[in-house]
Each structure stands twice: as structure tokens, then as C-alpha cells.
């Protein structure tokens, strides 16, 4: 979703934080490198872990989050990017403290060029790292090569980051974490709420399909592990083929049968209650958020500890049945050809 091949990393300043007895070290300088190596290095580190987000967000009001808020505007509007760094650094160090959390190498890094949904933008970024890797070096001394080991970063990715693009109407944060660290750093350090847009839309119908799908319609009628993987990827199907989602059409072309339809609509309209989300009937579908939420429709058939059936295609070259004498069950698959 973020193309970040042509952005240009303007500046960005380090930092070390701390939680255990060991100082911090805030910097008083920022970096600059614009050598096209030295750049394109920077965009690596910075940018491309968040080439594939599937989940925009944006700032929440009234929240802790506002100091970040703030900060980030306070960049992008030219403040001193060390200053408000230092400032970022010393929130972030409170945050982490507050909620038991390590330390890290911290960077604060300003871009311009930052490309979504085929507009450029300017953004910033905050990255935390927790460890380095280790990279051996060598070079020519006296017509020798000496190698030396040192400890940097280079293929690591970062523990928690968030990456703030200012679009138009309002900034679109992207966020990195895990389920351990998200609440101190989605709302305790930066104040984030999911943004109502097309990519979060796609997102939540196509979740809404999926649970649909795998846990309340076989509550409601007979529906094989065959029939429901034939369904999810008639669902997945209609994303990757369509370029706008229309909830009754959807229904249509991926049930049929009116009774499905009929309870899909039912379903739809309590997901939405008891998932905390609002899923639109109509809007455009977003391609990175499908290509995202794919990989969570399974499409495996598996049978006992012996047999994996991977069905991508059609549901009627497949017959489920018992064997009368044995009682087993069986899968009866009809192909064309063996490839």
C-alpha cells in the first residue's frame, strides 16, 4: 500500500532509550544522506516495512496521543525535526515505562515523496528497534583485507513503528506492533483510531464473509468443509475480480440461493455490533486490503493426519461420501488431466 521507491528520506535523528538502570541518550544532531545508495539503504530501513499494511488508522481526538499528534504537525509544518525528535523521544520513553516495556534505538525520519493510493505525500516516521544484527566488514589495509565484526542494522525490521503520511483530508497512520505492545503504543503513546475509508471497508467485509462463512452458516444449514471453502473462495474471488463492493450483489454472486442471502443480511447487520465496526454496503474496493485478507481464507482440506486437499476451483468435480462397508468417509475428486 505504501510505495516508498521514489520518497526521499530528508532527514532523520537516533535516539537511545532506556527503561533499565542504563542512560538514554538523546541526540542533538540530525542526519542527512543524499547519495543514492545512502537513500535508497534509508528507504529499505524506513519505508518498506510498511509496503504491505492491509489497515489505515488515524488520529483520535482527546486522547494521550495528542502530544504525538501535535509533534508530527509541528514537523510537517518545519519545525526543528531534532527538537520535536527529542520531544517524540522523551513521550515514548514515558510510555514504555509506564507499561514495563524495553528500550530501543529509536529514529525519527521525515519523507517527501511518499506515495498512496497514487498521490504523493509528505510523512513521518517514527521507528523503534529492539536489538542489532550482527554484519562483518572488510576493507583493504596494507594490501590486505581485514574483516572486522560490528553490530548495526541493516535487514532487521522494527519492533513497533508508525508511519504518519499527510494526506488531504486527514493524516493516514499506519502502524506496526503486536499484541503485547498495541496498546501501550497505539493509544498510549500515539492516540490512533481506524480510519473510515475504502481500505478499512474491504477489510471488514471481506472478515465479515469469512466469519459468516465458516461459523454461522454451518449453524443454520448442512455445509461441508468442501462447501465452505468453495464459498470463501468464491468470496475472495469477488474482490480480486470487482472493483466495487455492493453488499446485495456480493450475496448474489457468492450464495444464490435466497435463504443464504436472506441470513448473510441478518448476519451483516449484527457483525457490525458486535465487532465495534461500521461495514458500508457500498464502496470501492481497496486491492492491497484484499490482497492482504486473502491469506486468511483458507482454502485446505484436511483430512485426519494423512491428506491436505488445496481447492481453488470447482466445487461440483467434488463428491463427499461413506463407504458402506467400512463406514470411512471418503472424498471423490474428478480432473481432467494430472499436471
Same mark, same amino acid.
Given at each position: 500500500?505504501?510505495?516508498?521507491?521514489?520518497?526521499?528520506?530528508?532527514?532523520?535523528?537516533?535516539?537511545?532509550?532506556?527503561?533499565?538502570?542504563?542512560?538514554?541518550?538523546?541526540?542533538?544532531?540530525?542526519?542527512?544522506?543524499?547519495?543514492?545508495?545512502?537513500?535508497?539503504?534509508?528507504?529499505?530501513?524506513?519505508?518498506?516495512?510498511?509496503?504491505?499494511?492491509?489497515?489505515?488508522?488515524?488520529?483520535?481526538?482527546?486522547?494521550?496521543?495528542?502530544?504525538?499528534?501535535?509533534?508530527?504537525?509541528?514537523?510537517?509544518?518545519?519545525?526543528?525535526?531534532?527538537?520535536?525528535?527529542?520531544?517524540?523521544?522523551?513521550?515514548?520513553?514515558?510510555?514504555?515505562?509506564?507499561?514495563?516495556?524495553?528500550?530501543?534505538?529509536?529514529?525519527?525520519?521525515?519523507?517527501?515523496?511518499?506515495?498512496?493510493?497514487?498521490?504523493?505525500?509528505?510523512?513521518?516516521?517514527?521507528?523503534?528497534?529492539?536489538?542489532?544484527?550482527?554484519?562483518?566488514?572488510?576493507?583493504?589495509?596494507?594490501?590486505?583485507?581485514?574483516?572486522?565484526?560490528?553490530?548495526?542494522?541493516?535487514?532487521?525490521?522494527?519492533?513497533?513503528?508508525?508511519?504518519?503520511?499527510?494526506?488531504?483530508?486527514?493524516?493516514?497512520?499506519?502502524?506496526?506492533?503486536?499484541?503485547?505492545?498495541?496498546?501501550?503504543?497505539?493509544?498510549?503513546?500515539?492516540?490512533?483510531?481506524?480510519?473510515?475509508?475504502?481500505?478499512?471497508?474491504?477489510?471488514?467485509?471481506?472478515?465479515?464473509?469469512?466469519?459468516?462463512?465458516?461459523?454461522?452458516?454451518?449453524?443454520?444449514?448442512?455445509?461441508?468443509?468442501?462447501?465452505?471453502?468453495?464459498?470463501?473462495?468464491? %468470496?475472495?474471488? $469477488?474482490?480480486? /475480480?470487482?472493483?466495487?463492493?455492493?453488499? &446485495?450483489? =456480493?450475496?448474489?454472486?457468492?450464495?444464490?440461493? +435466497?435463504?443464504?442471502?436472506?441470513?448473510?443480511?441478518?448476519? %451483516?447487520?449484527? $457483525?457490525?455490533? /458486535?465487532?465495534?465496526?461500521?461495514?458500508? &454496503?457500498? =464502496?470501492?474496493?481497496?486491492?492491497?486490503?484484499? +490482497?492482504?485478507?486473502?491469506?486468511?481464507?483458507?482454502?485446505?482440506?484436511?483430512?485426519?493426519?494423512?491428506?491436505?486437499?488445496?481447492?481453488?476451483? &470447482?466445487?461440483?468435480?467434488?463428491?463427499?461420501?461413506?463407504?458402506?462397508?467400512?463406514?470411512?468417509?471418503?472424498?471423490?475428486?474428478?480432473?481432467?488431466?494430472?499436471?
Amino acid at each position: 500500500m505504501v510505495n516508498g521507491k521514489d520518497a526521499i528520506v530528508e532527514e532523520f535523528v537516533l535516539h537511545r532509550l532506556a527503561t533499565d538502570d542504563a542512560p538514554s541518550i538523546l541526540n542533538d544532531f540530525s542526519a542527512v544522506l543524499e547519495g543514492s545508495e545512502e537513500q535508497e539503504f534509508l528507504r529499505r530501513l524506513f519505508l518498506k516495512p510498511f509496503a504491505n499494511m492491509g489497515e489505515t488508522f488515524t488520529f483520535a481526538e482527546g486522547e494521550d496521543g495528542d502530544v504525538f499528534h501535535g509533534l508530527c504537525a509541528g514537523i510537517h509544518a518545519g519545525r526543528d525535526l531534532v527538537e520535536a525528535s527529542r520531544s517524540i523521544a522523551q513521550r515514548l520513553l514515558e510510555v514504555l515505562r509506564q507499561h514495563d516495556l524495553k528500550g530501543g534505538d529509536v529514529f525519527v525520519a521525515k519523507f517527501n515523496g511518499v506515495e498512496l493510493n497514487g498521490a504523493r505525500h509528505a510523512a513521518v516516521g517514527v521507528l523503534k528497534f529492539d536489538g542489532r544484527e550482527v554484519f562483518m566488514e572488510n576493507k583493504p589495509e596494507d594490501g590486505r583485507l581485514v574483516m572486522r565484526l560490528g553490530r548495526g542494522l541493516g535487514t532487521l525490521k522494527p519492533a513497533l513503528a508508525v508511519l504518519v503520511v499527510f494526506t488531504p483530508d486527514a493524516p493516514t497512520l499506519f502502524t506496526i506492533d503486536d499484541d503485547r505492545h498495541a496498546g501501550a503504543w497505539r493509544h498510549g503513546f500515539i492516540g490512533l483510531r481506524r480510519k473510515e475509508d475504502h481500505v478499512n471497508s474491504t477489510r471488514d467485509a471481506m472478515a465479515m464473509a469469512r466469519t459468516f462463512i465458516t461459523e454461522q452458516l454451518p449453524q443454520q444449514q448442512e455445509v461441508d468443509r468442501a462447501g465452505q471453502i468453495d464459498l470463501l473462495n468464491r %468470496s475472495v474471488q $469477488y474482490f480480486k /475480480e470487482n472493483t466495487a463492493y455492493d453488499r &446485495d450483489h =456480493f450475496a448474489q454472486e457468492v450464495f444464490g440461493e +435466497k435463504e443464504v442471502m436472506n441470513a448473510f443480511d441478518r448476519y %451483516s447487520e449484527r $457483525y457490525g455490533q /458486535e465487532h465495534d465496526v461500521r461495514v458500508q &454496503d457500498r =464502496f470501492d474496493i481497496s486491492s492491497h486490503a484484499v +490482497k492482504s485478507q486473502a491469506r486468511v481464507f483458507k482454502s485446505v482440506l484436511k483430512l485426519d493426519r494423512n491428506f491436505h486437499i488445496y481447492i481453488h476451483g &470447482d466445487r461440483s468435480r467434488i463428491e463427499q461420501g461413506v463407504d458402506e462397508r467400512t463406514g470411512r468417509k471418503f472424498y471423490k475428486i474428478y480432473y481432467d488431466e494430472e499436471q
